[in-house]
C-alpha cells in the first residue's frame, strides 16, 4: 500500500522526533477498554467538526491500523449514538460507515479489516448526492445521502464510551467539502500533506500528538483540538520508501 509506510516524512511536520536510519512516526494507540479522545468543537460552531459532519458536503480521512483479535464492534470516530453518524469495525469484522437520520439511514461497507494492517479509510458526503466509502483509494461502496442530524467529535468510541477502538489512528482529517477521487487518491499517496487546506476543519497529524499536555492538537487552525483520554503515545518504525 502507498500512505504511510511508503512515504518520507516530513522533518517540518514532526519536530520533535530523532531521525534515525528508519524514520519513525508517532500513533496514538487505543487500548480496546476505555481510551478515546473528544473534539474541542460544538454544535453551532461554523469550524466546528460536529457541526460540518452534519452538514451536507464533507469529507473524512483516516489511517488506522486495527489491533484486536475479536470481530466486536469497535469504533473508529463516532457521535452520540450507535448509528447516529460513525466510521466503525463492524461485528462481523467489515469496515462499515453508518449513518442514521430517525427515518433513513445510509450504510456503506467496505471490506474485512485485516488484524495489525494500516489501512487509509475515506467517506466523501455529498459527492453528487451521494456518500461514498474508500479503502487505501479504492471506493468500495456507494449510496444517496440523506440529511443527518448529528455530527461527529468522539475518536475511538461513541457518547456511551462503547465499543472503544482497539489499535492506532494516525491520522484524521475532515474537510468541509466533497473531495474528488483525485484528491483521494492524493492523500492516499502523501497524507502529510493534504490538498485543499483552505477547506480542512480538523488536521490531526502524527506530530501534533502531545503527550504533556494530553492533547492531539489541531493544525487547520479552527482551534479544534483533541482531549486524549487514557489513549497512550507510541512510536513506531516502518521500511519506508523515501521519494
Known amino acids: 500500500m502507498m500512505g504511510l509506510k511508503h512515504i518520507a516524512l516530513d522533518e517540518r511536520e514532526m519536530p520533535t522526533f530523532e531521525w534515525k536510519a528508519r524514520p519513525r512516526f508517532r500513533a496514538l494507540s487505543f487500548d480496546g477498554i476505555d ?25 473524512l480521512y483516516i489511517i488506522a491500523r486495527y489491533e484486536g483479535t475479536d470481530d466486536v464492534d469497535r469504533t473508529l470516530i463516532g457521535s452520540t449514538s450507535y448509528n447516529w453518524n460513525r466510521v466503525l469495525r ?10 442514521y437520520n430517525g427515518t433513513n439511514s445510509v450504510v456503506l461497507d467496505g471490506e474485512y479489516l485485516n488484524s495489525n494492517q494500516i489501512y487509509d479509510i475515506a467517506v466523501v458526503y ?3 448526492g451521494y456518500a461514498k466509502l474508500y479503502m ?18 468522539l475518536i475511538g468510541t461513541v457518547s456511551s464510551l462503547d465499543q472503544i477502538w482497539n489499535g492506532k489512528i494516525y491520522l ?3 474537510y468541509n467539502t466533497a473531495l474528488t477521487d483525485a484528491e483521494i487518491k492524493a492523500l492516499y499517496n ?22 504533556v499536555t494530553g492533547k492531539w492538537y489541531d493544525l487547520s487552525g479552527n482551534d ?3 482531549t486524549i483520554y487514557g489513549a497512550t503515545v507510541v512510536e513506531e518504525e516502518e521500511e519506508v520508501l523515501v521519494l
Open 224 to 226: 479544534n483540538h483533541g
Open 136 to 153: 487505501d483509494s479504492v471506493l468500495k461502496s456507494s449510496a444517496p445521502v440523506i440529511s443527518l442530524t448529528h455530527g461527529m467529535y
Open 190 to 211: 502523501d497524507p502529510l500533506h493534504p490538498p485543499r487546506r483552505q477547506n480542512l476543519v480538523l488536521w490531526l497529524a502524527p506530530g501534533s500528538i502531545d503527550a
Open 172 to 174: 484524521i482529517l475532515i
Open 90 to 99: 463492524r461485528v462481523d469484522g467489515i469496515l462499515r460507515y453508518i449513518a
Open 126 to 128: 455529498g459527492s453528487g
Open 35 to 59: 481510551d478515546y479522545v473528544q473534539i474541542d468543537s460544538s454544535y453551532g460552531a461554523s469550524g466546528g467538526i460536529a457541526e460540518v459532519t452534519r452538514s451536507s458536503a464533507w469529507s
